[in-house]
């Protein structure tokens, strides 16, 4: 089925360790996102794409790095795993006209203990 | 950028029609109002845009004024699982680069 796909859906980190959030959309769309949503709170911008090769940062990069090096994948790496970093992240891809809204990952809830 | 505000939250009975108001005095000439939802547990989905027309599609219908200023998200009857966050979001007609930045939304809650 056409979407966005995350995973691992769940994931427990010991602080300081690192991993890779995976994210893949088979609809060719440009645009991606990563977004965190903390518990009881809106969703922030981590980092995004507009395209193979070309990422940017959003409101709250710090402790996460970004390749795209394809359409359809954009994985948000987790350099040195903290306990602040425990919430849900979203993935979301978009065609980059308007035209067209967002399509969103189910997201992956990541605990750091 | 041109900012939304929304209230933190509102109540509807089940079956009745709910409009979710959306203020942005600010708003360009060439921003697209958009809405998204964000259902419990879940990751948020597109609802509806637009950008001087109202519209309507199989979801809502999307209800905006003369001069622009403010929108309304119309559902025509509510049920349980419209229980959502509500985002109203401007988006540039040549957003380029821009991606979506969410705000606080506005938290429906569906009495039965």
């Known amino acids: 089925n056409a979407g966005v796909t995350q995973t691992p859906k769940f994931q427990v980190l010991k602080t300081g360790q690192s991993m890779t959030l995976q994210c893949a959309q088979d609809m060719n769309h440009e645009y991606m996102s990563w977004y965190r949503q903390d518990p009881g709170m809106g969703l922030r911008l981590i980092h995004y794409s507009v395209g193979a090769g070309i990422t940017d940062q959003g409101e709250v990069p710090n402790g996460y790095n970004v390749s795209r090096s394809t359409t359809e994948d954009f994985p948000l790496r987790l350099l040195s795993a903290a306990p602040s970093q425990t919430s849900v992240y979203f993935c979301?891809?978009?065609?980059?006209?308007?035209?067209?809204?967002?399509?969103f990952g189910s997201g992956t809830r990541l605990t750091v203990v | 950028d041109a900012k939304t505000t929304q209230p933190n939250s509102m109540e509807s009975n089940e079956e009745e029609p709910v409009h979710l108001p959306c203020n942005h005095s600010t708003i360009s000439g060439t921003d697209y109002i958009h809405w998204y939802r964000q259902l419990p547990s879940q990751g948020p989905e597109y609802v509806i845009h637009?950008?001087?027309s109202n519209v309507n599609n199989r979801m809502a219908s999307l209800a905006i004024a003369e001069d622009r200023k403010s929108s309304t998200l119309i559902l025509h009857r509510a049920t349980l699982r419209d229980a959502a966050v509500y985002y109203c979001i401007l988006r540039p007609r040549n957003s380029g680069n821009t991606p979506l930045v969410f705000g606080k939304g506005t938290r429906l809650s569906v009495i039965a």
């Open positions: 637009g950008l001087t």
């Open positions: 979301a891809s978009s065609y980059s006209q308007l035209a067209y809204g967002y399509t």
